[in-house]
């Protein structure tokens, strides 16, 4: 099966950290589950573009010190055995450097990385991509775009984040909390992995 994987906050952990170099920098006390909607610049109200000029330089300048989110590298090792996983990212601007880093993190397990947005307009639509390279299985935290890419694919898990709590889902959208839940539901849709791949994972 070709399983697709959104980048930030699914397969790297790229959030936290964004948002400690922006408390740091503006002088705020944001947490996590502050964050509600996606764009976290809109967390500093006036200030928001300036902040997401900063998201963008922290990306430029320290995206290749991120790692992996947790469970998600032990995971890809399993799946990658018996799937093909491809990468699906809005990141611009920083393609070597995300292929550098995914090729690090999961140890050269993801395939391909593809750079695509939701317009359409300046490059192609995740769910383009997904169409074309035949993803059976995609993964994503933004509600927009599982939207987008439920009809081009079987199925589509929307990885639980505050941002993305609000409204109801298609009937081939799933939320999921955690990778062990990624694992189960793949193996759900395909004979299930070999004892000796999953066992002792978590």
């Not at 967390?43 to 330089?57: C, D, Q, V, W």
């Not at 993801?110 to 383009?128: D, H, N, T």
Request: aromatic share 8%.
């Amino acid at each position: 099966m070709i399983i697709g994987v959104d980048v930030d906050d699914v397969l790297i952990d790229t959030n936290p950290f964004l948002l400690e170099h922006l408390n740091g920098l503006f002088g705020t006390r944001f947490r996590r589950e502050d964050v509600t909607k996606y764009l976290i610049q809109g967390l500093f109200g006036e200030k928001a573009k300036l902040a997401e000029e900063e998201i963008y330089r922290f990306i430029e300048e320290k995206g290749d010190m991120l790692q992996a989110l947790e469970g998600s590298k032990e995971v890809i090792k399993v799946l990658s055995k018996r799937n093909e996983i491809i990468a699906v990212t809005a990141r611009m601007g920083v393609d070597d450097l995300t292929r550098n880093c995914l090729s690090r993190e999961f140890d050269g397990r993801i395939k391909e990385v593809y750079f695509a947005g939701l317009s359409g307009k300046s490059r192609k639509k995740k769910s383009e991509v997904i169409r074309e390279q035949n993803i059976e299985l995609y993964i994503d935290d933004n509600l927009d775009y599982a939207f987008d890419c439920a009809s081009a694919t079987r199925r589509i898990l929307l990885y639980n984040k505050p941002w993305n709590r609000n409204g109801s889902l298609p009937s081939n959208v799933k939320r999921v909390y955690n990778w062990q839940e990624i694992l189960r539901e793949v193996e759900s849709l395909k004979p299930a992995q070999n004892s000796e791949d999953v066992n002792g994972l978590f």
